[in-house]
């Protein structure tokens, strides 16, 4: 009598496991190539962006040349910057690909020159008055920038951030930069556009009546704030090339010398510093860059020299 096996019943397990341990392996290898795939299109990806950054590089400093030859490339007047020189009219690619715009700083209001201008701090505390922010901040921001640390009536100096929970002391010293502000009690809140809009930390003259806006002519010149309207037109069609112009402009200063005098002394109608915004928009990349240029009159010929370069935001672009 042969024995008897039970080996045949056991085999149909056996084959089982080893394709339960199949499947198991080809998982495995499914997850690993996967992975392997997904890290390759993400070094790839990583590559193709900094490839893209440094091709934003290169044509911001291609903009920045042209915005420096566009200013040393002959004024349409050599007494006054005027919103007809060539320097004045945004530069746009067809595609998209870069924006850049020239504007004086002295367009905008100097938070840096508050203690020594009565009418320019007079003109900070409307324009936040007007926008639901407390007057007093234009204090704190006094005290921001002066030299003492004795606070100015409603200002603000070490205690008052103390006692806000802040855990920094005021600066003591003049603004780098217009977001700086943010930093002022008063100030943290305040609209970032409207800061920037309005506002500047560089400038060295008289807010340039060719290129103020409607806000900052009315909040700065309230004695004559109903002519906007004239001064807007004069300085499209012609721009106001002598202080005189203004009395063209605005015909009831020739009949008030002392008002004309006041007017004429809190203007400029030229520039030193220039703000020069360039947007550059690749498919992969998108950056926002604001360089501050110094163009000195007395060297016209001279390129403006690059006091600040500020990289205002840099993130993926939407198209990848």
Known sequence: MRPSTTEPCRRPASRGAVLVLTLVILMAVAAM??????GTYESS??????????????????????AKALLI???????????KEEWAEPVEARDGSYKMRITPCNSRLDLNRLADNTRLDEAVRTLLEDN?????????LLDWTDADTEPSQSGAERNAYLQNNLDYKPKNGALDTVEEALLVLGWQDVDLNFL??????????EPNINFCNKNVFEAYLPE????????RS?????????????????????????????????????????EVVIEVRLPLVYELRRYILLRKLILANLAPSVIRCDVLKITPSANE
């Open 132 to 140: 639901g922010k407390s007057a007093d901040a234009a204090s704190a």
């Open 45 to 66: 990806l990583e590559a193709r962006r900094l490839a893209a950054e440094y091709q934003a590089d290169l044509l911001a400093e291609s903009l920045l040349d042209a």
């Open 234 to 274: 004069y300085r499209k069609r012609h721009g106001f090339t002598s202080k005189d112009d203004l009395k063209t402009a605005i015909p009831d200063l020739e009949d008030d010398p002392a008002l004309w005098k006041e007017i004429s002394d809190a203007v400029s109608l030229q520039s030193w510093y220039f």
């Open 224 to 231: 004559i704030a109903d002519s906007w309207a004239e001064v």
């Open 196 to 205: 920037r809009n309005h506002f500047t930390a560089w400038s060295s003259k």
């Open 33 to 38: 190539v996967v992975e392997s795939v997904r």
């Open 73 to 83: 490339a002959g004024d349409e007047e050599a007494n006054a910057d005027i919103p």
